[in-house]
């Protein structure tokens, strides 16, 4: 019943915390483009591509006791940051087996901004189209992030980095 749930937990005990919600977004999404089963839908917003359900979720996981949201104010904003509490820890005893090479993938994306996370998530909402169409697809909807070349070329490098991950 509470599977789905239980991948987001699993998450983030593989990635000891994450920090920032914009992160934990494009980290769940960048895996499910990769494969792996997470069951949220996702539609495009602001930061690129979104899912209320993801959000639905982290807040009842928190709420059970299952993750611990704390929050650090930065000034112009608020950073959040989640882990897995020890309750968290025993929910997780009832999980299925990591997805083999899911933690590998977590790894290198726990090391890259959110900034490039939203960079390399939006070219994969838009993978259905050609690279150039992406691309400038990327330009109209991130204009104000003004994304350079050598970006661009790095995200996809990046996407290939991930497949590589993902597939051993």
Request: hydrophobic fraction near 35%; charged fraction near 25%; glycine fraction near 4%.
């Amino acid at each position: 019943m509470f599977q789905n749930h239980a991948k987001i937990v699993q998450f983030i005990s593989l990635a000891n915390e994450i920090t920032g919600r914009k992160k934990l977004q494009k980290m769940i999404f960048i895996s499910k483009k990769l494969n792996y089963t997470f069951a949220e839908k996702y539609n495009f917003h602001i930061y690129g591509p979104y899912s209320e359900e993801l959000t639905l979720r982290i807040e009842e996981l928190c709420e059970m006791g299952f993750l611990q949201e704390s929050c650090t104010d930065k000034g112009s904003y608020i950073q959040y940051a989640y882990q897995v509490t020890n309750a968290g820890d025993r929910f997780l005893e009832t999980m299925d087996a990591v997805p083999e090479n899911l933690e590998g993938c977590i790894d290198l994306m726990m090391n890259k901004s959110s900034r490039f996370l939203e960079l390399v998530s939006t070219l994969l909402y838009f993978d259905h189209l050609e690279k150039e169409e992406q691309i400038e697809k990327l330009h109209i909807v991130k204009n104000k992030l003004k994304f350079s070349a050598e970006e661009i070329d790095g995200a996809y490098d990046f996407i290939e980095q991930l497949e590589r991950q993902s597939a051993h």
